[in-house]
C-alpha cells in the first residue's frame, strides 16, 4: 500500500477514535456541522454545473445571434440554448415585439429588464443557505468548543490533579468541533463568495445584450 494511503488511513483512524471518545454534546454538534456541510456540498456541486452550462450556452447563443441574419431564425433555434439566462431576456424582448405598439423600444426593455430580474433570482436561488452555513458553523464549532472546556475543567476538578488523562477528553471535543465548525463554514464562503462574483458577471451579460438588442430595434430592423 502507498505511504500515502497508509497516512491518511491512520490519519483517519485518529480521527474517528477522537469522534468515538467525544460527548453527547460534542456528538450531537458533529452531527449538526455535518448536515450543514452536506447540504452546502449538495448546493455548491448543483449551481457549479448550473452556472457551466449557462456560461458555455451563453457563448454560443451570443454567437448564433450575432450570426443570425434575421431575428426569425434565431427565435426558431433559441430553444436549445435555453440554459442560457440570455435566452430567457431574449425570448421576453420577442414576446413584447409580439404585443407592442407605438413606442416600442420603451415596452421592449422593460420586458427584458423585468426577465434579467427573474433570472438573477432563479440563479441566486439556495445561495443564502451557503451564507447561513458560513455564518453560523463557526460559532455552531464553538458552542462544542466551549462545552469541551467546559468538560475539561469538570474532569480535572473530579481527578483533583491537573493531569493530561483528566483534561484530555474535553480538550479533544473542543479542538475536533473547531475544526469540524471550519470545516463546514470555509468551503461555504468561498463557494458563496464566487457564485456572486458569477452572478454579476451574468448581470452584466444580460444588459450587454439587452443593449445590443435595443440597437438593432433603433435602427429600424425587421425583428418580426
Do not use: C
Request: proline share 3%; net charge positive.
Amino acid at each position: 500500500m502507498p505511504i500515502t494511503h497508509l497516512f491518511a488511513s491512520a490519519i483517519g483512524g485518529e480521527v474517528m477514535e477522537m469522534v468515538s471518545n467525544t460527548g453527547v454534546v460534542a456528538k450531537l454538534v458533529l452531527l449538526i456541522l455535518a448536515l450543514l456541510s452536506l447540504l452546502s456540498w449538495g448546493i455548491i456541486l448543483g449551481k457549479w454545473g448550473l452556472f457551466r452550462r449557462a456560461q458555455v450556452q451563453s457563448g454560443r447563443f451570443i454567437k448564433a445571434f450575432r450570426r443570425a441574419g434575421r431575428m426569425q431564425e434565431l427565435t426558431a433555434v433559441a430553444e436549445q440554448f435555453k440554459p442560457s439566462p440570455l435566452v430567457t431576456v431574449f425570448e421576453g424582448a420577442v414576446e413584447e415585439l409580439k404585443k407592442a405598439g407605438g413606442n416600442r423600444t420603451v415596452t421592449v426593455q422593460r420586458a427584458m429588464q423585468i426577465a434579467s430580474s427573474e433570472e438573477l433570482t432563479r440563479l441566486e436561488t439556495r445561495l443564502p443557505w451557503l451564507a447561513t452555513t458560513g455564518s453560523i458553523a463557526p460559532f455552531v464549532g464553538l458552542f462544542g468548543t466551549v462545552w469541551g472546556i467546559i468538560d475539561a475543567f469538570h474532569g480535572l476538578g473530579s481527578a483533583g490533579a491537573a493531569t493530561l488523562r483528566a483534561v484530555a477528553p474535553g480538550i479533544s471535543e473542543a479542538l475536533i468541533t473547531t475544526a469540524a465548525g471550519l470545516f463546514a463554514a470555509v468551503p461555504a464562503v468561498v463557494a458563496y463568495n464566487y457564485f456572486l462574483q458569477r452572478i454579476r458577471e451574468f448581470a452584466a451579460r444580460m444588459d450587454d445584450f439587452s443593449l445590443e438588442l435595443l440597437n438593432i430595434l433603433d435602427r429600424n430592423e425587421d425583428v418580426r
